[in-house]
């Protein structure tokens, strides 16, 4: 990014983050969210061929849930936009067939989680089928969708105004996020997400910082939020050259 951009981790995790933004305008910031959640590709089950199917449920249904079961995705250097990757799995019953019964032809295209339950198998009954995950994007189907909650809002700023006049009793002021106060980045759960426990004799106004903005990102695990923010920010520079090559023409 930018040398004018300044960003700064509140919460950190390989799925799940909160991070502040400075020194971005409010369509960047929209168009960074739109971006992770419609622009970054990421590899899903698309096509599945059953060898057998013997459950309650048809081979739709199942074809279905094979589909929404996240992939972890490998670099884009690593595989090229046609790219195919073959899963298969075998499972009979009595027992639950998991996600991680899927099998992958490729190291780098697994299930993100194991534990995603497909279909309960009864005495005798099996699923058996071959399956082709591919790369897409969001925009095209909900299942190519790398993160599952992405969102925005400005940053707050505290500001102490007065000590609460004398046998006042303080009202609760709500506020969710993440806000700044005397220089600091507080999470609001610290205090309740109210103002009131955190400055019980003040009276205290909120105020939006001007072209800061806080992220919440959470990715079904295909990447972790780094490589999602990092790929939505090289599409957004991809298409802007574009724009401009166009333009030039």
């Not at 459950?55 to 995705?73: C, I, N, W, Y």
């Amino acid at each position: 990014m930018s040398e004018e951009y300044d960003v700064e981790f509140v919460e950190r995790d390989d799925r799940e983050a909160r991070f502040l933004v400075r020194g971005v305008t409010p369509a960047f910031a929209n168009g960074i969210r739109r971006a992770m959640l419609a622009d970054v590709p990421t590899m899903a089950i698309d096509t599945v061929r059953f060898v057998e199917n013997s459950s309650v449920m048809f081979d739709e249904q199942l074809a279905l849930r094979l589909g929404l079961v996240p992939l972890t995705t490998p670099p884009e250097d690593e595989f090229g936009e046609d790219a195919t990757v073959t899963l298969s799995i075998d499972v009979e019953g009595p027992a639950t067939a998991y996600s991680g019964d899927l099998e992958s032809s490729d190291d780098l295209v697994q299930p993100a989680d194991e534990n995603v339950p497909i279909i309960e198998l009864k005495d005798g009954q099996r699923l058996e089928a071959e399956a082709d995950a591919v790369l897409d994007r969001g925009k095209d189907h909900a299942k190519h969708q790398g993160g599952v909650a992405v969102g925005y809002r400005h940053l707050q700023r505290v500001v102490v105004e007065d000590d609460l006049p004398e046998f006042e009793e303080p009202e609760a002021q709500i506020v969710r996020g993440v806000v700044e106060d005397d220089g600091e980045l507080v999470p609001t759960s610290e205090f309740d997400h109210d103002l009131s426990n955190r400055y019980p004799d003040k009276q205290v106004s909120v105020e939006d910082v001007p072209n800061a903005f806080v992220f919440h990102v959470e990715t079904d695990g295909s990447f972790t939020v780094e490589e999602l923010v990092t790929r939505a920010a090289e599409t957004l520079e991809s298409r802007a050259t574009e724009l401009e090559d166009a333009v030039q023409l």
